[in-house]
């Protein structure tokens, strides 16, 4: 594969003639979805293909005394019955610490439980059969004796010296603590006229991807490769995972993830169960399936939020933020989850909190504790619900205090759009952001001032309604700062490469994948654009181990970024490449020669030479007519990661308008506003569609999602009818605004957008519910989800 | 265990289906299963998600929540079925012009959820409904994706393309749909679609 130096050009992104960077162009993979036509991991079947049923553990912490699988071995269908102890000679134990997370620590854990469950739902022991049936007919028969231990579980008293310890080699249960501080806060708070200071509850939930985890591990002894089809968010981390706990070579595993059913964080970790049905196979020597049933994910998928936060502003009487203090706590069941860890999440909160404001004096405690629950970690906007929730609360708070409108308040005290590069009190750098004009924009958007005249004018009548904000920042496009300098083996940069086919037709290999956040419409976007094709011309192959550059995948609204940055210039790379030929066969200067919607043009004018089929024909199958010593390459390969900014932090600001019923404690959510800054719009349908979903998982948080424990550690509402996921009948209709201000940091300019809905909506709604209760002299609410019976609380009739 | 297990014949799909299969078996898994039809999917078990929404003798059922056995004699309509036939060109066109899908695992249920609102209320002569009332009628089919918005207006473009196409459209089909009945594909050779929002 030859590199070719990119064209020295002058055009850009948005001026390159029929570009597709800033359309709607529909994505080219949906049309099968809507005829059942996807291929899910979990319609994947192979030949001698069996399935495994776990035995988990009805105990949040017990020691396994005995494990008595005779009758199970001899049921129908059965091929084994295999303990953890068993399946730890096949694949070792993992431990979820970073380096750059200073002082964090976890114990090994094991793909099957060995010796002692630790949380309700963990695996002690692995049943396969010819059938999924018949492998839980047979898990029924599995008797395992088990000694409960003493559970814990309240993350208020994890760390008291009687509070058994859960791993004992740790010698406490604390995994993480980080302590900041910035500015001056205590001068801070002594500048204040007034201070707030209240504690946040944010409840656990979990990710509910309509598609369950599922994977099928093929290990071929014929050949010694392992095949892994996984619904992943990042196979090129998974293939490493995979070799490292199995004693392979990376290039032993190949990790196939084609149709996702929904990840959102959910599907970018490791899990024990999926650890163990790629051991299983290599034990077995066939393909082994496993695909995890509602009531399994409830307790094995991961669990996110579940933050206490006590938090405190200070505020001058003229409406000047003086100061931030935070203390939060988190609760992450009994392991830092591999290999991201469960200590980003709280390291999140203190990096964002306070992140969109002027003021610098800042001082922030995050304690990350172990708990006998589901593990906790990463979802879908890591963070920044927490710390957009609390920042934003404290505002308005501060606001209702000093009686100043909260729109005014955060004028007087966002960054100014005019002051960038700048930096938040945590010390996160922003290259560009626009909280004024955001701000201006959804104002005009909602007509802010008639929805305030309208809630005066209905208090008359009885009826509360409320105004909420939340302004915003979000990390995207991540450089190695994220994981990689702390020692994880997943991926900043990721490639693409394009090749010709032999009809003039494009084949552009990523290394991003497709959640059905749309990142193949994206990336053909972008390689139709820079090389200079119809898009329907461009065919994007995702999810192959085997067959793309190596990728750290989607995650951190990273994969239109920076892979479809990287898709660019590979587009760039093998026009340069296909004008050689085209100079060759026209005589004529490459440079003075262009690609547009597959004709070979005379750059100047536009003028049309030669087809690409063209191209392809003669470079393909008569190469004997071009001059000797002349060879094309039709196929070009580039990498981005982006290099000046650790993070393209996007920002922007939502706005929830509420109607609480005092009377039966029911929140309806009546419109919802986001305008955001993602730099370079790619596909303005794709960015709002990303808004509008990640917004309704912020509203789910906010009003239903809780997974609900009791003090013994067991899940009390792990099936879908009992947890509470947004329907459509309970969700607004959300109007979606931008502003542009791209990364200088790449030539598309273009930053991610995946996350900003959920990191602004569940502060929006709680910030709306309480204005539209503190006319009644209601308490505030600063628990979430905001459940009737809360607000009955709040107002007093509870 | 229980080892009844049962002989049935039905339709799916236009297909004549004659299988054994175990009492206890549901639909949805009968169906991907043992037939091979994937589009239908399983994501609860417990009738709540409807992503394994099916049509049994015209009307929509959970897959999950249906045996296999319970089957026998009906007539079964699967979204391959209903994509191969043309009957919901128009909506599957506009889910994705308006991108109402991301994962597209949610998608087959709900466009025969979709499909049935729509045919109902053509059939009662009920007119365009609200967003409220297609939202309303969507909630038994969970998206974790979209936020719904882009499905209720992919919907509600389809209701009003159809609506105001109602008047042309051949009386034959009308009477037929009044009778429960489908057109015939060959029947349907000619029908006007305009569903692109």
Redesign the interface.
């Known amino acids: 594969m030859k590199i070719t130096p990119d064209l020295p050009s002058e055009l850009t992104a948005l001026d390159r003639p029929n570009s597709y960077i800033g359309r709607a162009v529909p994505r080219p993979n949906l049309a099968r979805l809507t005829q059942g036509r996807g291929q899910y991991v979990s319609d994947v079947t192979l030949p001698r293909m069996a399935h495994v049923a776990f035995v988990r553990s009805p105990y949040a912490h017990a020691r396994i005394k005995s494990i008595d699988a005779a009758a199970a071995k001899v049921a129908s269908g059965v091929i084994a019955v295999v303990t953890g102890a068993e399946l730890a000679k096949i694949i070792t134990p993992w431990v979820g610490v970073l380096t750059h997370l200073k002082g964090i620590k976890s114990a090994p854990q094991h793909a099957i439980a060995v010796d002692v469950a630790r949380w309700q739902g963990e695996a002690v022991a692995a049943v396969v059969a010819r059938t999924r049936a018949e492998a839980e007919d047979a898990r029924a028969l599995v008797n395992v004796d088990y000694e409960e231990l003493p559970a814990v579980t309240d993350a208020e008293t994890a760390l008291d010296p009687a509070t058994p310890v859960i791993h004992a080699a740790l010698g406490d249960n604390l995994c993480f603590e980080r302590r900041h501080e910035a500015g001056d806060p205590d001068g801070g708070f002594a500048a204040a006229d007034e201070i707030v200071e209240t504690t946040f509850v944010f409840g656990r939930h979990t990710g509910v991807t309509n598609e369950p985890r599922a994977i099928v591990a093929d290990w071929n002894p014929g050949d010694e490769r392992l095949t892994v089809y996984q619904g992943t968010q990042a196979p090129h981390m998974m293939q490493n995972l995979f070799a490292k706990h199995l004693g392979l070579e990376e290039h032993q595993v190949r990790v196939l993830t084609k149709d996702v059913g929904g990840s959102f964080g959910i599907k970018v970790h490791t899990y024990a169960d999926e650890m163990a049905t790629v051991a299983l196979s290599k034990l077995l020597r066939r393909p082994v399936k496993f695909v995890a049933d509602r009531s399994e994910s409830f307790v094995t998928d991961i669990h996110a939020r579940d933050h206490r936060v006590r938090a405190k502003i200070g505020v001058t009487r003229d409406g000047a933020i003086t100061a931030w203090e935070i203390d939060d706590l988190t609760g992450i069941g009994p392991y830092s989850v591999y290999p991201r860890t469960s200590g980003i999440e709280a390291n999140q909160v203190v990096n964002l909190v306070g992140g969109p404001y002027t003021c610098p004096n800042y001082r922030a405690l995050a304690r990350v504790v172990f708990q006998n629950k589901n593990v906790m970690c990463q979802y879908r906007a890591v963070g920044h619900p927490i710390a957009t929730h609390v920042t934003e609360s404290l505002v308005e708070l501060a606001a209702a205090h000093i009686g100043v409108d909260p729109l005014e308040l955060r004028r007087r005290n966002l960054i100014p759009d005019d002051a960038y590069p700048a930096q938040g009190p945590s010390g996160i750098r922003f290259e560009k952001l626009s909280h004024h004009e955001t701000l201006a924009h959804l104002d005009a958007m909602m007509n802010y001032a008639g929805l305030r005249a309208e809630q005066t004018r209905l208090r008359a009548q009885g009826i509360y309604r409320g105004i909420g904000f939340a302004s915003f920042v979000e990390v995207t496009n991540p450089s190695a700062a994220f994981y990689g300098i702390g020692g994880a083996r997943i991926s900043a940069q990721d490639g693409a490469t394009v090749r010709l086919d032999a009809t003039g037709a494009v084949f552009c290999h990523t290394g991003v994948t497709e959640q059905g956040q749309g990142a193949e419409a994206v990336i053909a976007q972008c390689v139709a654009s820079s090389f200079g094709v119809p898009i329907e011309r461009v065919r994007v192959i995702t999810g192959d181990t085997d067959n793309v550059p190596y990728g750290g995948g989607t995650w951190a609204s990273r994969a239109a970024g920076i892979g479809g940055e990287a898709a660019w210039q590979a587009g760039k790379a093998l026009r340069a490449n296909v004008l050689a030929v085209a100079g060759q066969v026209l005589q004529a200067e490459p440079k003075s020669l262009d690609i547009r919607g597959s004709i070979v043009v005379d750059r100047a004018d536009g003028r049309e030479r030669i087809g690409l089929d063209e191209i392809a024909r003669i470079a393909y199958f008569r190469p004997d007519t071009l001059p000797p010593g002349f060879q094309a390459e039709l196929v070009a390969t580039r990498h981005y990661v982006p290099k000046a900014w650790p993070f393209a932090f996007t920002n922007g600001i939502q706005a929830s308008h509420v109607e609480v019923d005092i009377e039966t404690g029911r929140v309806t959510l009546l419109n919802h506003w986001c305008v955001e800054d993602c730099g370079t719009v790619i596909n303005p349908q794709l960015v709002d569609e990303q808004v509008r979903g990640g917004v309704v998982q912020g509203l789910g948080a906010a009003l239903f999602e809780k997974c609900e424990y009791d003090a013994r550690g067991q899940l009390l509402n792990g099936t879908m009818a009992d947890y509470l996921v947004p329907l459509a009948a309970e969700m607004p209709d959300i109007e979606v605004g931008h502003v542009v201000s791209p990364t200088a940091d790449s030539e598309l300019g273009a930053k991610g957008a995946g996350e900003a809905g959920t990191a602004g909506a569940t502060g929006a709604v709680a910030n709306a519910v309480n204005d539209a209760l503190r006319v009644l002299g209601a308490r505030e609410i600063t628990e979430v989800p905001i459940t009737p019976e809360a607000v009955l609380r709040a107002v007093g009739r509870g | 265990?229980i080892e009844y297990s049962r002989s049935i014949t039905l339709t799916v799909n236009g297909e004549d289906v004659r299988e054994t299969v175990?009492a206890?078996?549901s639909l949805v898994d009968f169906l991907?299963e043992r037939l091979g039809?994937?589009?239908?999917?399983?994501?609860?078990?417990?009738g709540?998600?409807g992503?394994c929404t099916v049509r049994l003798d015209g009307v929509t059922v959970r897959g999950c929540l249906t045996l296999a056995v319970q089957c026998a004699g009906s007539r079964v309509e699967?979204?391959?079925g209903v994509?191969d036939s043309g009957e919901i060109a128009d909506l599957?066109d506009a889910?994705?012009?308006r991108?109402a899908?991301?994962?597209?695992?949610?998608?087959?249920g709900m466009?025969l959820s979709a499909q049935e609102l729509l045919a109902s209320r053509e059939r009662a002569g009920d007119g365009v409904p609200s967003?409220?009332a297609?939202?309303?009628h969507?909630?038994?089919?969970?998206?974790?994706?979209?936020?719904?918005?882009?499905?209720?207006d992919a919907v509600e473009a389809v209701a009003r393309a159809r609506l105001g196409a109602r008047a042309s459209r051949p009386l034959l089909e009308l009477e037929e749909e009044r009778a429960g009945r489908p057109p015939l594909e060959e029947e349907r050779a000619g029908r006007p679609r305009s569903g692109a929002p």
């Open positions: 265990m175990e206890r078996t991907r039809l994937t589009g239908s999917h399983v994501g609860c078990e417990q709540v998600c992503a699967t979204i391959e994509s599957q889910f994705v012009r991108n899908l991301q994962c597209g695992f949610c998608t087959p466009l967003r409220e297609i939202r309303a969507l909630s038994g089919n969970y998206c974790r994706c979209t936020g719904y918005q882009a499905i209720v």
